[in-house]
């Protein structure tokens, strides 16, 4: 069996003979792309025999847990990389400019965002804590990356532990500032609960989208049925806690979520507290029904709302488009006969509340 779980990784290393000292060692080759004969110490005085001689194959195995399949430049040099996965399903990450990567959570997702691709296709199955470790493992064969964050396909909070885990991991053997650790949600009572807990704190996103529930009931259908200003007060108090400032992700939609009864009740949640506004025009998807707004629309609107003291960043790019844009290599060359093997109900997925 594949070990798409740290546990199972470590399952492995300890019948090997590993210590607590081994595996850190062992999982900083991995995942910072380290070849086995570079470190302070060389590994025939440092590992177990048995450990050292089965690490070439182990690491073989773990890359192969998210395979590199196509690659997709942008002009920004952002880049979007489809990785193949054990069973044959495949998950999008994105190499942003300036050392980020976008990773992703889940095959599909269980949201059904009205305005993104990988909503359409339903949850497919969960990403093992492995196979997201994976992904950042196989980045680093490319290019350096010193920031990971979790807005590729999928919801995090419903794939919590495993994410949460490989976050720690990230954060201890990874070599990624905890800062630099993004850990994006739609919005889920779990996440505020549990995110503050472990040793390493990730700055936090949240998906607002609009102020209004029920637009954002329309716009994101199976999202946990929370008020905005319950989400922003949650999100804003971690982010006072942490130090890190909440990024508010906001895909515009031309018509739709980009007028002025918006600019208003954004200005009232949002100004005054710890938290800045990532403006994301809608990346045009062939059979959704929405419409990107013009350039010039969207910069008014960021300056508007940068004049009534909201912090906001306009984002016109392809590989920065993670959300919007999420899904869309994978919808090209993943052959079809896969989309839904598999396919089943979310248990990760929270019931509705309300607030
Ligand atoms: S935008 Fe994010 S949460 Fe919404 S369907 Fe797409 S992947 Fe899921």
Known sequence: MPMTHLADIDRHLAALGALPEHRRRVLRHWLQAIPLDRGRKALEHYLPKPLRQALPALMTEWQHLAT??????????????????????????????????????????????????????GLIRQLGSAELLAQVATARTLRAVDKVVFMGMGEPAHNLDAVLEAIETLGVEGGIGHKNLVFSTVGDERVFERLGQGAVKPALALSLHTTQPALRETLLPRAPRLSPEWLMAQACDYARRTGYPLQVQWTLLEGVND??????????????QPAM?????????????????????????ARRLHARGILTKLRDSAGQDVEGGCGQLRARLQPVRLQRRGAEPDPGRPSATSA
Do not use: K
Not at 259 to 272: A, F, I, S
Not at 277 to 301: E, Q
């Open 277 to 301: 506004l990532n403006l994301i025009p809608f990346n045009t998807v062939p059979g959704l029904p929405f419409r990107r707004p013009s350039w010039d629309a969207c910069r008014d609107l």
């Open 68 to 121: 590199l399949h196509a690659r997709e430049p942008s002009e920004d040099g952002a880049e979007r990389l489809l990785l193949r996965l054990h069973d044959g399903q495949s998950v999008e990450a994105v190499l942003l400019p300036r050392g980020g990567l976008c990773i992703s959570s889940q095959v599909g997702c269980a949201v059904g965002c009205g305005f993104c691709m990988t909503g359409t296709l």
């Open 259 to 272: 007028g002025d009864d918006e600019v208003e009740r954004l200005v009232r949640l949002m100004r005054g």
